[in-house]
Structures are given as C-alpha cells and as structure tokens.
C-alpha cells in the first residue's frame, strides 16, 4: 500500500511521467481505495466522519442500520440530520465542541431498544483537529450473556445454598421420626384414658413429617446434578416395565389404557431408572387428571429425523391456558397436595438425557405429552413421496 510520501513524489514528478506510467499508479490507487472501501464498508462497528463543520463525509453500513438513515441523503449533511437522542447528542455536542474523547461510554438509542458503547475521537491533521470520528459498538448481546452469566452464578449458589438447607433440615426430620417410634413404644407400654387421641395426634404428627421428608426429597433431587448411568435400551420394553407396575394403580382409577408399540424403534442411550422416573411423573398427572376414569393412551413412534418419539395422551380435565406457560416451573401445582416438583423434575431429566418434551392441551378434552429422545445410530431414510404427520400425535 502507498503511504502518503510516495503520493507526494509522484504529484512533484506528475508532469514528467509516461501515460503508461501514470496509468500503472492510477489503477493501483483506486485498488487500494476499493480496499478500504470495503474494509469500512464490512465494519461491525457504525463509523461516521465529520469535517470541521459537523458535515457528514463519511458513513458507513452498519452505522445506517442503526441509525435507519440512507447513505445518498447522509453525505453533506449536519451531524444533527442523523437524529440521535437528546441524551446522545448532548454528548456529542459537548464533544465536537471541545475537541474531547469520549471512550466506550454505553448508551442506549430509544428507536432501536440496543444497548451501545460510544466513542469519539478527534480526526487529526498535521495536529490540527480537522473532524471528528463516531464510532458506536452494538454490545446488546453482550449485555444479555452478561446477565444470564450472572443469573446462572446466582443460580448456582443459591442452588448450593438450597441443597445445603435442604440437607439440614432432612436430618432433624430423621431424628423426630425416630423418637416419635420410640414415645409410641412408650405409650404401648402404659394404660392410659386418652391414649386413643395420643395415637391419632401422633399418626397426624407422623403423615407431617413423611409430607415434608417428601418435599426434602424431590427439592434435593431436583437441585442436585444427575449422575446418569447410560446404557442401550429399548424405548418399547422400557415403557411396558413401567405400565406393568402401574397396571393396578390405573385398573383401581377404572382407566383403560392403550399402548401404541412401533416395532423396530432404534435404541437410545438412557438411563432406564432415570426416563422410568420421568415417565412415571407424567403418567401419574394423568391419572390425577383422569379423576373418576377415563383414557389413556401411551404411544411410541419414531420422528421424522430419526429420533424416537413417545406420547402419552389422556383425556382428562385438561390445562388451563392461562397456566400451560407455568406447568414446568418449580412449586407450581393446581393441586392441594404434593410438591409442584414432579414436571420440574419430569423436564430436568428429559433435558439432561438430550430430549426435548412438548405439552399441549385444552379445557375439559385432554392432554398430551410428547417426548423426544436423540437415538444412538440413526438409519439411512430414502426419499419418498409420503412424510409422516407427527402432529397426528398429540391431536385428538
């Protein structure tokens, strides 16, 4: 690249310079000014410059996206034709005017809802301040990771913190159990009138204590990291375990379940005891929702990109829609018992597995929940003219 004393000797020796010659020098210099062209041009950073006077000379293509200006109407034009916020051009003006720097300094333009820095540095000339240079950075995302960086610490501790209390609290609950055992003993031992209502008020104390070693118990679950034992399993066979177990359970609530079984599913990677739990979680709100009998209906199918797909669909009361967007928060329940941890933990299971789980629902006609599992070695698919209607799943 030409440096400014070599464009110097050429203006002294223009007039005695062979056209060829200065041809050669003339298609070098609009290269190298074609380069900088598009080294401005691809800038992430908005750029402008200004002469003396505050008049645009310069302005390049990130700068118009933030500002929403046009080029061709830019140039010539004051500094104040670019519309910034009063807060902004305040900073701008008192800049220009007394030729000061402003570094990195965040701001924020109200059209766009961004967060910027700003910087402005005076454009020099042989020392003379011939303009300014405004340069302002987008750092939106930033400012995002940066919070959800810090909300993740903060998650982290107190998750910590929470295990830790969680932890202490189970220990004395351990402790009141075992000398409630022990008074009962004592009680059995002596004839007393009242020993019928000391039984009742201590099988009330008993059911409180199993109550809260249950919400100790799911809480430090759902906080504390899964050591997952992976292993190749069988969608099909998992689930048929599962509702083995359940089959008096759901026959006593005079449910009739259907299983929907596709042959020759692909294996995934799982941890059996694990996804048996989430399952299990799922089908059990089914079952409360299914309160005074109804259908259930537990189907297997593989995805159209391969994975494995389960549905278990009930046709229950339904959810609410106000309330779809809070099911998998913590110590949420419509219920007047239980933790409000079951789908926290059913989400937190199918997530560490590399799942994904979907709900959909409506008042009064059902609910189904749909569950993906990444397989182990996905086959070759051909191309065919029918693909398959996944949504077909969760309708009803």
């Known amino acids: 690249m030409q440096d400014s004393g070599f464009i110097q000797k050429v203006f002294k020796k223009f007039d005695k310079l062979d056209p060829g010659?200065?041809?050669?020098?003339?298609?070098?210099?609009?290269?190298?000014?074609?380069?900088?062209?598009?080294v401005f041009e691809s800038m992430i950073e908005g750029v402008i410059v200004t002469d003396r006077d505050n008049k645009i000379i310069l302005i390049n293509r990130a700068m118009e996206e933030f500002l929403a200006i046009p080029k061709e109407r830019a140039y010539s034009q004051q500094l104040e034709y670019c519309n910034f916020d009063p807060e902004v051009k305040g900073l701008l003006d008192d800049a220009t005017e007394k030729n000061e720097r402003i570094i990195d300094r965040e701001i924020h333009l109200g059209r766009t809802n961004k967060a910027f820095t700003l910087t402005v540095l005076p454009l020099l000339h042989n020392d003379e301040n011939v303009g300014n240079i405004i340069i302002l950075v987008d750092i939106?995302?930033?400012?995002?990771?940066?919070?959800?960086?810090?909300?993740?610490?903060?998650?982290?501790?107190?998750?910590?913190?929470?295990?830790?209390?969680?932890?202490e609290i189970k220990n004395p609950l351990a402790s009141i159990d075992i000398h409630i055992q022990l008074l009962r003993?004592?009680?059995?031992?002596?004839?007393?009138?009242?020993?019928?209502?000391?039984?009742?008020?201590?099988?009330?104390?008993?059911?409180e204590i199993d109550r809260l070693n249950s919400i100790v118990q799911d809480f430090l679950f759902a906080v504390r990291p899964m050591n997952m034992n992976l292993s190749r399993e069988s969608i099909n066979e998992i689930i048929k375990e599962m509702m083995d177990f359940l089959k008096?359970?759901?026959?006593?609530?005079?449910?009739?379940?259907?299983?929907?079984f596709e042959e020759g599913l692909p294996e995934v990677s799982v941890d059996p005891k694990y996804l048996k739990q989430a399952l299990l979680n799922v089908v059990k709100n089914s079952i409360e929702a299914l309160d005074g009998g109804g259908?259930?209906?537990?189907?297997?199918?593989?995805?159209?990109?391969?994975?494995?797909?389960?549905?278990?669909?009930?046709?229950?009361?339904?959810?609410?829609?106000?309330?779809?967007?809070?099911?998998?928060?913590?110590?949420?329940?419509?219920?007047?018992?239980?933790?409000?941890?079951?789908?926290?933990?059913?989400?937190?299971?199918?997530?560490?597995?590399?799942?994904?789980?979907k709900v959909s629902s409506k008042e009064n006609?059902?609910?189904?929940?749909?569950?993906?599992?990444?397989?182990?070695?996905?086959?070759?698919?051909?191309?065919?003219?029918?693909?398959?209607?996944?949504?077909?799943?969760?309708?009803?």
């Open 140 to 167: 939106t995302e930033k400012k995002e990771r940066e919070i959800q960086l810090r909300q993740a610490e903060s998650l982290a501790a107190l998750t910590t913190l929470s295990a830790g209390v969680a932890h």
């Open 185 to 207: 003993k004592e009680i059995a031992k002596r004839k007393c009138e009242n020993i019928k209502n000391m039984e009742n008020l201590l099988v009330i104390v008993k059911e």
């Open 365 to 396: 006609e059902g609910t189904a929940f749909s569950i993906k599992l990444p397989v182990l070695e996905k086959k070759k698919r051909l191309l065919t003219y029918e693909e398959k209607d996944e949504s077909k799943a969760v309708s009803r």
């Open 21 to 38: 010659k200065i041809k050669k020098i003339m298609i070098e210099l609009s290269t190298e000014k074609e380069l900088y062209r598009l």
């Open 248 to 260: 008096y359970e759901l026959q006593e609530a005079d449910i009739s379940v259907m299983l929907e």
């Open 295 to 357: 259908r259930l209906n537990v189907k297997t199918e593989e995805a159209s990109d391969g994975d494995v797909l389960i549905h278990i669909i009930d046709n229950g009361k339904g959810i609410p829609e106000n309330i779809m967007g809070k099911i998998f928060e913590p110590y949420f329940t419509t219920r007047n018992f239980g933790t409000g941890l079951g789908l926290v933990i059913v989400y937190k299971i199918i997530k560490e597995l590399g799942g994904d789980i």
